[in-house]
């Protein structure tokens, strides 16, 4: 019926009842190792019993052999004249967190240490090990399903409970058994449509106490809702792209659509698509070119319908990272080379979280191009990068980067 801490307080206030009242006295706690230089001797047993009664669990502490370490400098700075017996006593449990072996093997042939075990034989605790979204996404848009991951480990026995995440007046639960001396991630998935934006926080809690441990059955993390991303397309009939309007939707973009006679004022999204544009005028591409200096653009072809001198002006040269030379056919067709990319690439970086889909459309039934556009970048350039090849060695997708 009390904490460890509270033992290890006990048996500290009685040793002090055994030593005498001109000696010098240190208290050094190891959940406030930045505390450890303002500590200064004490000549008062009582101010040192209300040190230690005034010490309290915290959720973080460093290993105990810091403070032994400390300890002991401060003793060997001890001047010579003063010739009573040096003490080192040490409270402490026998977790393998609380220790580690950086502790100098150096003698200190005036110094005393005394262990004091409070530890447990056979400790039974529940614990929350770790939180934390999946692939440390932060923050998330309106709309996104947030995957939160809580890391539970149970020690001494068989463990059975529930955790919960509650968000605001809403409350998830994971009921879950788990085996001795076993850990497990359990998974929350949060809709973040009806969420404000700004900050929000979870917290995850057993439903039941079952151990003395208390302050790892608790833990918050904090989250940040944006708004969607406001983006625009570009294209010369709208009501021939809405595949690829519901493809952003579905991505969780605010999608607006124009036709370049409508001439938006670009600086107002957050991403510009120009797809199946025919021919972009000088303006278009100087438009374009300064938007880019900030955010992004993707331009997709307009197929058969292109026109090289369109895409071949100077002020498309200056914009785009390569220049369009002749339309190519292949039979079956063409198809990404995925296999031989990294996919590190931001824009390919979500094709890693797909792969772990069971029978993924699209890797099951790789996507062909039968009819392609041979291009070549428009010079040597180490802003100028190919982001995808075709399988023939063609490039699929290429990048530039504009200088800030």
């Not at 009582?46 to 400098?73: D, F, G, H, N, Y």
């Not at 197929?303 to 190519?328: H, K, M």
């Not at 590190?344 to 996507?367: G, S």
């Not at 009819?371 to 090849?389: H, M």
Request: aromatic share 8%.
């Amino acid at each position: 019926d009390q904490t460890r801490l509270d033992f290890a307080k006990k048996r500290a206030l009685e040793l002090l009842e055994q030593l005498p009242e001109e000696g010098r006295f240190l208290v050094l706690d190891v959940a406030d190792p930045d505390g450890f230089a303002r500590e200064d001797w004490s000549k008062s047993v009582e101010k040192a019993r209300q040190r230690i009664q005034r010490l309290a669990l915290r959720p973080q502490s460093v290993p105990i052999t810091r403070a032994i370490q400390e300890s002991l400098r401060r003793c060997d700075s001890l001047e010579e004249g003063e010739r009573m017996p040096r003490f080192v006593c040490v409270f402490s449990d026998r977790t393998k967190m609380s220790w580690e072996s950086t502790l100098s093997p150096r003698t200190h042939d005036a110094t005393t240490v005394l262990y004091f075990d409070v530890g447990i034989d056979a400790p039974i605790d529940l614990g929350i090990v770790h939180a934390d979204f999946i692939r440390g996404q932060q923050p998330f848009a309106q709309g996104d399903r947030i995957e939160l991951n809580a890391l539970v480990k149970a020690t001494g026995e068989r463990m059975t409970n529930t955790l919960l995440c509650r968000i605001g007046e809403r409350e998830l639960a994971q009921p879950f058994e788990m085996d001795k001396n076993a850990h497990r991630t359990l998974s929350f998935l949060i809709s973040s449509e009806k969420l404000a934006p700004g900050f929000h926080q979870a917290e995850l809690r057993f439903e039941t106490n079952i151990d003395a441990l208390v302050f790892n059955n608790t833990r918050f993390v904090t989250f940040e809702v944006q708004k969607k991303p406001r983006v625009l397309v570009l294209a010369d009939d709208v009501s021939k792209v809405e595949d690829f309007v519901l493809a952003l939707e579905v991505l969780n973009h605010d999608v607006a659509t124009k036709t370049p006679a409508d001439k938006a004022a670009l600086h107002e999204y957050a991403a510009v698509f120009v797809i199946d544009v025919a021919a972009p005028t000088d303006a278009l591409w100087q438009a374009l070119g300064a938007y880019a200096q900030d955010r992004g653009v993707c331009v997709i072809p307009a197929g058969n319908r292109l026109q090289p001198s369109a895409y071949n002006t100077a002020a498309a040269r200056s914009f785009l990272p390569a220049r369009f030379v002749e339309p190519v056919s292949a039979s079956p067709g063409s198809e990404w080379n995925l296999d031989a990319n990294p996919l590190q690439h931001a824009f390919l970086r979500p094709l890693l979280a797909w792969a772990e889909i069971p029978n993924l459309d699209f890797r099951r039934y790789p996507r062909r191009a039968t009819r392609s556009w041979r291009v070549v970048p428009q010079e040597k350039s180490r802003d100028i990068a190919t982001v995808v090849e075709y399988d023939d060695g063609r490039p699929a997708i290429l990048e530039r980067e504009f200088p800030k």
